[in-house]
DNA sequence: GTCTATAGGGAGATAGAC
DNA sequence: GTCTATCTCCCTATAGAC
């Protein structure tokens, strides 16, 4: 946002807001939305308990802060992941599904965060811009697996259903009490997981048509 | 746990302990794990701040008996669920996930708990035990599904698999800005969502047979 | 078993100096 | 813009009366 000619001399580092978004993530990863504070994350930048006020005016806007931030990454992951899954359309929608996998299990509990605030209604407009980009690119992922004749609101639906699945995925090995293994199989088994639904939709689809 | 001779009195209500877990879920429904604390579910049931210390030696103990009810109960209504969906195997473990759905969407976000919370170590074996208790019940409807020669462990994963994604696809469903529709209409999504899952996964095991 | 009272701590947010 | 200092509120947990 600031011009890189103007280095912001006067406080300890270039930008303290871009600081404390990135702190309050860490945070967030460590000790999930319940142990997060506004003083805790300032501790972590370096400044005093006062100083997040004059970038954001309450413990509500620093955490949606993040959260429009944690959604741009996931946004920007999925969508190398898609591209990097090649031409097929089933591949890069499953391709997804691993790295939303694997986004959460290396950033724990931060994504509690996305989905727990109250960040639904117009005061957040920054988090619903980035919630939106994260569905626009899923709806394009998705409208290239199914049949043309498939309308928007069954193509949302579909969307929708893989998102969640997924979500609900990484979240329970997250938190849960399965034994502990390497990331990318975990990742890999989303992946899996995403793809049998996606047959299993696919598969119902043929056989209304055929019935 | 107390026999119905001895009716208790000397306190407001025949069972505080009973009632400080029932307020602790209807708080949790409320405001979440962030909202909950020792003091109001106190206030709730109608006893001082101190009282509930007399029954749980402190708010995690509170918080753990809560979670165990709440597991005890969907565990009860999934089964309940599948017994009402009729023979088919299919059928059986599919309704889970609309009985799940309609669980979490009617207890809002009493949900988070069971999966937030510290509770896989041995510091909470109720928990742990009703966590198996639900584990063990989809395990059986998962087996029925699957051909008799999947091993248990990856009817485990597929079991995990089908958790997870209902799991997913209510809490999100909850906290979501999706537009609200009635619960019922919610349910029979997942259990379609839940079929497709199910479907994909046998026609891939069909697959790898006839490669 | 439940009460009142209280100690002690953490965190949100503001005021005013620099 | 950032600091120090502070006010206020709420919560956990304990002590001692009844």
Redesign the interface.
Known sequence: MSSPTTPRRGYHHGDLRAGLIREGIALLAET???GFSVAKVAVRAGVSSAAPYRHFPDREALLAACAAAILADITDLLAAAAEQAGPDPLDRLAATAGAYTRYVLEHRAGI?LI??YEF?GPHHPTV?EQ?RRLTGALMDLGSAVLPADVSWADTA?FV??H???????A???V????PPQDIDSHAA?AV??A???????L??LNNRETA
């Not at 998102?163 to 995925?169: D, R």
């Open positions: 999930g939305v319940a509690d989905y727990s639904s619903q919630s639906d929708y259903v998102l969640s699945t997924t979500h609900g995925y979240t329970l090995l938190k849960g009490t399965r088994r899996t997981a793809r049998d639904h996606i047959t299993g939709y598969q119902r």
